[in-house]
């Protein structure tokens, strides 16, 4: 099996952290999304401890929101001490209604519109990541008119050409 949490029990069924998944679906329905929460809990123990070894310190692991944005995932890594990454106005909801932390969010996206940074910075995003100039001159003037300073990070592109679309050079 892929997973030491995937098996197949007595009866043929294939099981996931110990539970029946034939039983699961004729409970709750298909299709049907199945977290382990001890894994992800561990693997995120994993990242800690090597980024504790190889990295700086107070070094971060941090969760990529669009992989799996949802409340109890949020709660997970506020629990076990991860950052998240979100990219959109619905993952920085979703994480504040979840009770995240919001200075340990990263809001990252290169199509941040005016209301999509002040709807963050109302949320408390601790850290913008700025991917153009537009977004920068905004992210300072909303800021501004809020009377604060946002925490940022400036995105650089080291400008090779792979001889695709310009406007990603």
């Known amino acids: 099996m892929i997973c030491d949490n995937v098996s197949v029990n007595e009866k043929g ?28 809990r561990e693997r995120v123990r994993t990242y800690k401890n090597a980024m504790a070894t190889c990295f700086p310190k107070n070094s971060v692991p941090e969760f990529a929101s669009k992989a799996f944005s949802t409340k109890q995932i949020y709660r997970i890594m506020a629990e076990e001490g991860a950052d998240i990454d979100v990219v959109s106005c619905g993952e920085i909801y979703t994480a504040k209604m979840a009770g995240f932390p919001m200075c340990r969010a990263y809001f990252h996206g290169n199509n941040k519109t005016d209301e999509d940074i002040d709807f963050a910075i109302e949320s408390g995003v601790g850290y913008f990541v700025i991917d153009n100039e537009e977004e920068m001159f905004s992210l300072d003037r909303i800021a501004k008119e809020k009377g604060i300073v946002q ?19």
Do not use: Q
């Open 151 to 169: 925490k940022a990070l400036l995105r650089v592109t080291p400008g090779i050409d792979p001889h695709t679309h310009k406007k990603i050079s």
């Open 13 to 40: 069924h294939l099981t996931f952290a110990g539970f029946d998944t034939v039983e699961l679906a004729e409970k709750y329905g298909t299709p049907l999304y199945l977290m382990d929460e001890n894994l992800i």
